[in-house]
């Protein structure tokens, strides 16, 4: 959603202020701050929140048939309803594709801890 910002203080209450394990080893990388704010400026070029740009990202890939959300808000509700009407483009995929390829993520050579490359580990479930 874009709400960590590069080099700044993440917001009070999020998942990282609170010191949560998981995010901080898999997701709050500095690759994926400047991917998720280079996303959130396309998207509001666009006239759509990172949100909704991000569902309608999933949902404009014909493998995927329905996008599984959780709002804890009225707010998330309606921004996540948003990408059901968002006109995704060959600008929205090409713009997506320059900053992250296909078959890659956004921090070179990352290995998820809980999930390496030889698969997933046998505590997974814990």
Known sequence: SGKYPVGGAPPE???VAIGNKRILETEYLPENLVAAETIARHARARGTEPASFAIAFALANPFVTAAIVGPRTLEHWRTYLAAVSFAWSRE?????????PPGTTAVPRFIDPRNPVEGRSPDVAS
């Open 13 to 15: 209450g999020s998942r």
């Open 92 to 100: 929205d995929e090409d713009a997506v594709d320059r900053l992250v």
